[in-house]
């Protein structure tokens, strides 16, 4: 169901930011919804577990439409830093509320350098997709993250040998293709728009 997420934040960004998606978009969409059912083989059963991940997509949506919203005025820079400044001060208070904020000063090295890694990796992301977001509408800059399982599949294959089987294959064509049907018609209509064709 998080495969979902990009459609979430494309309705969202409909709604409040009147960012109002092209019919060839939902054509790319399909075909990532697809890919994904072939990857994942979703069975789903609604309970308190899909519930939950429903609202983080609603949660998660919310943020790309602030977002996009915030970078008309902020640049991606700040409000990337801004993102994971309040991330950290969040986490320690929920800490500090669970009483497990010592923790923090009796951490391993090993656990301090892990700590910062991925603290790194995290801010590198957010840095760049920020400063795409800022230039592209958010259905756009959200299908990009639709990539995330095949690339999964390629770690899977390279780290732990696994097997491909023909759904995989069939999942990565249809992502991919999704992805590079909704990539190539936005920069296109981005051309079209800036020769003034498309224009009220």
């Known amino acids: 169901m998080h495969k979902l997420l990009f459609l979430g934040a494309t309705i969202g960004a409909w709604i409040f930011l009147r960012e109002k998606p092209s019919p060839v978009f939902f054509l790319g969409a399909l075909l990532v919804i697809a890919g994904n059912a072939f990857l994942v083989r979703p069975l789903l059963v609604w309970d308190v577990g899909l519930l939950l991940v429903a609202c983080a997509i609603v949660f998660w949506s919310a943020e790309q439409v602030l977002a996009r919203a915030l970078l008309s005025q902020v640049s991606g820079r700040v409000?990337?830093?801004?993102?994971?400044?309040?991330?950290?001060?969040?986490?320690f208070a929920y800490l500090l509320v669970v009483g497990k904020a010592g923790g923090v000063v009796s951490m391993s090295v090993d656990q301090y350098v892990w700590i910062v890694l991925t603290s790194v990796l995290l801010l590198g992301y957010v840095l760049t997709y920020y400063e795409g977001l800022a230039r592209v509408p958010v259905s756009v800059a959200t299908s990009v993250l639709a990539l995330g399982a095949p690339l999964t599949l390629v770690l899977d294959v390279i780290v732990f040998g696994r097997v491909v089987a023909l759904a995989d294959a069939a999942g990565?064509?249809?992502?991919?293709?999704?992805?590079?049907?909704?990539?190539?018609?936005?920069r296109q209509l981005r051309v079209l728009r800036g020769a003034g064709y498309g224009r009220d």
């Open 79 to 91: 409000l990337a830093l801004g993102r994971m400044a309040f991330g950290a001060v969040f986490i």
């Open 172 to 186: 990565v064509a249809c992502v991919v293709g999704g992805v590079a049907v909704i990539l190539v018609f936005a």
